[in-house]
């Protein structure tokens, strides 16, 4: 095991108080569970990278979600390096709930199908649960691949990772990349992943582990590939706020919450419906549906709305149709790893 890499997390329990304090532990074993739909193409590399770390993960489990093409047969190419499991076809969250029960680790590492852990990742989280015993969930800095090209870190400038008052700020945006290793016992305590929920599942479980009083750390050093590719559910920007409104309301109903967090979640869900309904009107003027004009005149009467958005929505009102939809098709009003934090289908 090699000497933690920078640890971004909260401070750790004071040594003075010894009823607080948690001594560096054993290294726990770590499951690398990978679910997997139509994932023929890319969960070989996945897996591989998995085989391929130093020390290797205790097991390796792939849970196929009733694929219809080759995927069963992709992993179990990989004959007793991975375990597989079979179950019929139910969403992302209930698969990857499917592995938790699954894995035999004290940790679980969750791989999605189309990305790849880089050499170091699994030491490194290893490393930070073994320094750390505090930690209940760990992530990485991960490369954004777009078209097989690194097109920057995922915590860069614009997005953070949050090491202090987590709580809260997990209400704001979820600053979790959902690459991560998590402790099974608190996870599946905690209720694991809302299989209610179908886009933004990830934001739901780290929130339910976190408002159940776990903590979070994040080695700073890109060390796996998060892929986006048009097929990822990251790219459909309205199924992603709409996920996002999802887990906040249902969030409303967490007994952890406190009042002051309770204020704070119900003027998040306000931005995340904000920002739902000028993704809604966007996609209307752009597809030229019947009432998207309409739409847009409800943005731009709401003043909560962004300066930007509403001057948008101003153009789109008084431009004549092909210009607005030619000035909207030019405007990014949203991003996978801003405005709500990490979203879509696993992160």
């Known amino acids: 095991m090699s000497p933690v890499r920078r640890l971004i997390a909260p401070p750790a329990p004071s040594t003075a108080h010894p009823a607080t304090a948690h001594p560096a532990s054993a290294p726990p074993g770590i499951s690398v569970v990978i679910a997997a739909y139509r994932a023929e193409g890319t969960l070989a590399a996945a897996v591989g990278s998995a085989l391929a770390q130093e020390p290797p993960p205790a097991e390796v489990v792939v849970v196929d979600d009733g694929s219809p093409d080759r995927t069963v047969e992709v992993a179990e190419s990989f004959r007793d390096a991975v375990r597989v499991v079979r179950r019929p076809h139910a969403g992302e969250a209930a698969t990857k709930n499917t592995a938790a029960r699954e894995a035999r680790s004290e940790v679980i590492a969750y791989l999605d199908a189309d990305d790849v852990l880089l050499p170091g990742w699994l030491d490194a989280v290893r490393t930070a649960f073994t320094e750390r015993p505090d930690l209940t969930l760990v992530t990485a800095d991960a490369w954004l691949v777009r078209d097989g090209r690194r097109v920057r870190r995922v915590y860069d400038g ?3 990772f949050a090491a202090t008052d987590q709580r809260r700020e997990l209400l704001r945006r979820n ?5 991560c290793a998590v402790r099974r016992g608190p996870f599946l305590a905690a209720g694991g ?3 209610r929920v179908e886009v933004a599942s990830d934001w739901t479980a780290w929130l339910r582990v976190v408002l159940a009083g776990g903590v979070v750390g994040c080695v700073d050093e890109p060390l796996a590939e998060y892929r986006l590719h048009d097929a990822s559910l990251s790219a459909d920007t ?16 967490d007994p952890n919450l406190t009042e002051g967090e309770r204020s704070v979640l119900l003027d998040s869900l306000a931005e995340q419906r904000r920002r739902l309904a000028l993704a809604l009107a966007r996609s209307g003027l752009l597809s ?60």
């Open 175 to 179: 600053f979790v990349l959902g690459l």
């Open 238 to 253: 309205t199924r992603l706020l709409q996920g996002r409104v999802d887990v906040l309301q249902r969030t409303l109903d």
């Open 288 to 347: 030229g549906a019947p009432g998207a004009r309409r739409a847009a005149l409800r943005v731009l009467g709401d003043s909560g709305q962004p300066a930007a958005s509403r001057l948008k929505s101003l153009v789109a009102v008084v431009l004549p149709s092909r210009v607005s939809r030619r000035f909207l098709a030019r405007s990014d009003v949203s991003a996978a790893f801003r405005g709500g934090g990490v979203g879509g289908a696993g992160g």
């Open 193 to 195: 992943f809302d299989e």
């Open 158 to 160: 614009g997005f953070s």
